[in-house]
């Protein structure tokens, strides 16, 4: 029994110094952002490159018509500029979007529906397509849910001065932030991403990656890295990796922004989180030992690309460690001689010191003060709600490192909200039914944690488990309301559009 015991008190100091180190990294990251300023626009080009604008999509009726409108208002010279529809959907909106390419194509834009047999490689075998049919020197994406703003394609090139600049990523905006206490939670973490992680990276010379989305290649560096591969859900991490392991130079623009929409619902947001969290896993599989068989590359940047590919692992860290925190408690309590060796317990409070850093600098940042909004319940609830998905995403990091192929799973999007309404919801995601009552016995194992603790008088670990029940008791909430019957979406009668 006291070998079991003693197990667990190891696996879990184990896991304490894995989120250590990971919190150290990006106090760092955080540190190194703060010691930049705006990046200088470099001077336009005295001719402007040809360009491809590519915009995959897939069953997406509630915003094909947006992206393709936003992608043809881009302010660039049109015999510069040519527009591919990356269309794999097999639904109407097929048909919405080549009405509204044929649109387009009336105006004097040279935009293609780009349509193939079968959806092999998803995301990336659209892409990798989509380049067999255009000669555009630099490529742009964006995904259906993102409104780039006219500017976008000028604000951009110029930073390819460089000829070993492979590809510019631009900061995700969030169109409906303000939806809900999900999407500000949302956005809240991916603002962390995008004003000081990739802010960090790029100053301290570390890897940088492209989000899949708002951002521009150079077309050589795509083809130079071996091409999109569709053997990761994360097809943007994974060329990322491969053109900078071959010496190519990425750039950040924090000062550019591509609107997006931000997933409303949890099972839309459980999907995105699955298909990040398994391709991240997926891509550390793939180049983490390539990445410190690397004699060129420092120590630091090894170490910040390991954390970085490992990121979707902290999931499973923290889920172990709150596992093994209950009967940490009662191994505490009926074990006095190991009282010095339980002290670490309470240390999981030290990783919040370089976390709280990070994300105060990011609500700072974020315009925090401006907004009205405390950082500390923002803070606290987004740490709750990480937690509560927990079980969720490490399924996805497991399935991940064991190389199990799984389909990519789009994000349904909802749109913009027909007057005087809210938006149609016309795609659904389906989880197993297992899962959310798992996360509900979650919510009951760690309300006997923190009766425990105070049966026990140990109050080291009652911060953690009371975020534990407030993250896995939301997540609970919000799945029984998503199992609530959702209304027909309103058939499709309206013009497709207006010429």
């Not at 999981?348 to 994300?359: A, D, G, H, S």
């Amino acid at each position: 029994m006291l070998v079991l015991e003693i197990g667990v008190v190891v696996i879990y100091g184990i896991c304490l110094l894995f989120m250590l180190g990971f919190s150290l990294s990006q106090w760092q990251l955080t540190r190194l952002a703060g010691r930049t300023g705006p990046v200088a626009a470099p001077p336009p080009p005295a001719v402007w490159p040809h360009v491809t604008v590519q915009l995959p999509v897939y069953n997406e009726l509630n915003v094909v018509e947006r992206v393709i409108d936003a992608a043809a208002a881009l302010d660039y010279p049109p015999d510069r500029l040519h527009l591919q529809v990356l269309d794999d959907s097999t639904d109407e909106s097929v048909a919405r979007a080549a009405a509204r390419v044929a649109y387009h194509q009336d105006r004097g834009l040279r935009i293609d529906h780009v349509r193939r047999a079968t959806r092999e490689g998803y995301k990336a075998g659209a892409l990798a397509h989509g380049l067999t049919c255009t000669d555009g020197e630099f490529v742009a994406i964006f995904d259906a849910d993102f409104v780039p703003a006219p500017d976008f394609l000028r604000q951009t090139l110029p930073h390819f001065t460089s000829p070993r600049v492979g590809m510019v990523q631009t900061r995700w905006g969030h169109l409906n932030e303000n939806a809900s206490l999900l999407t500000r939670l949302q956005a809240f973490g991916l603002n962390a991403h995008f004003l000081v992680e990739q802010v960090g990276r790029r100053v301290g010379g570390h890897f940088l990656n492209f989000n899949g989305t708002g951002g521009v290649w150079r077309r050589t560096c795509i083809e130079d890295a071996g091409g999109w591969h569709a053997d990761t859900l994360t097809e943007d991490l994974d060329l990322s990796y491969r053109a900078q392991l071959r010496g190519w130079r990425f750039a950040y623009l924090p000062h550019v922004v591509a609107p997006a929409e931000l997933p409303e619902q949890l099972d839309a947001l459980k999907s995105q989180q699955y298909r990040w969290n398994k391709g991240a896993a997926e891509t550390a599989r793939k180049h983490l030992g390539r990445v410190w068989c690397d004699a060129s590359l420092p120590l630091a940047t090894k170490l910040h690309a390991s954390f970085h590919l490992l990121n979707s692992s902290v999931f499973a860290v923290i889920l172990l460690m709150a596992v093994l925190s209950v009967p940490l408690l009662f191994v505490r309590a009926h074990r006095p001689e190991l009282k010095p060796v339980f002290r670490l317990a309470a240390a999981f409070l030290l990783t919040f010191v370089p976390l709280t850093y990070y994300y105060y600098t990011t609500w700072r940042l974020a315009g925090g003060p401006v907004t009205g909004r405390w950082f500390a319940p923002q803070f606290l609830l987004f740490l709750a709600v990480s937690m509560g998905l927990a079980l969720h995403n490490t399924r996805a990091v497991a399935l991940g490192f064991r190389g199990r192929a799984s389909p990519f799973v789009r994000t349904p999007k909802l749109g913009a909200a027909p007057e005087g309404g809210r938006p149609v919801r016309r795609y659904r995601t389906r989880e197993s039914g297992a899962l959310p009552l798992m996360e509900g016995l979650m919510t009951l194992y760690f309300l006997v944690g923190l009766g425990a603790g105070c049966y026990y008088g140990d109050y080291g670990l009652l911060p953690f488990h009371l975020l534990l029940v407030v993250g896995y008791g939301l997540v609970t909430g919000y799945a029984l309301q998503g199992l609530r019957p959702q209304p027909a979406p309103r058939p499709v009668t309206q013009p497709i559009l207006a010429r």
